[in-house]
């Protein structure tokens, strides 16, 4: 029903910067907060950077004033740009979205958390 696509991984050095974007598509009648997790090898996904329909963020301790989480509700997409990358930063970078579904021509009153498929970004130092 619904159905997140990321992009803008890839390979830099430490230093560098990357901008990942994630489009949200399908039965979508509203979506409250979007964010961005990882996953390095090893280890338990956690969050990155969250942003709430209302412009509330969240980051964590490790990236704040490096990554900026933006979002463009009427495109129903969410961006991270990533600034002095180091290579910690390695990781499975996955889009998430908290989604009310539209069903009949209204939202169904419940929402669903919804995942991308995840873009590798991989920091070399």
């Known amino acids: 029903q619904v159905q997140l696509v990321e992009s803008g991984g890839g390979l830099v050095q430490a230093g560098g910067s990357l901008r990942l974007s994630c489009a949200a598509s399908g039965s979508i009648f509203s979506i409250n907060a979007m964010g961005w997790y990882r996953q390095a090898p090893g280890k338990q996904r956690e969050l990155v950077a969250a942003l709430t329909s209302g412009g509330s963020t969240n980051y964590a301790d490790s990236v704040k004033g490096r990554f900026t989480i933006s979002r463009d509700n009427a495109k129903n997409s969410v961006a991270l740009q990533m600034n002095s990358l180091r290579p910690e930063d390695t990781a499975v970078y996955y889009c998430?979205?908290?989604?009310?579904?539209?069903?009949?021509?209204w939202g169904t009153g419940v929402t669903s958390d919804y995942w991308g498929q995840g873009t590798q970004v991989t920091v070399s130092s």
């Open positions: 998430k979205a908290d989604v009310e579904i539209l069903s009949h021509g």
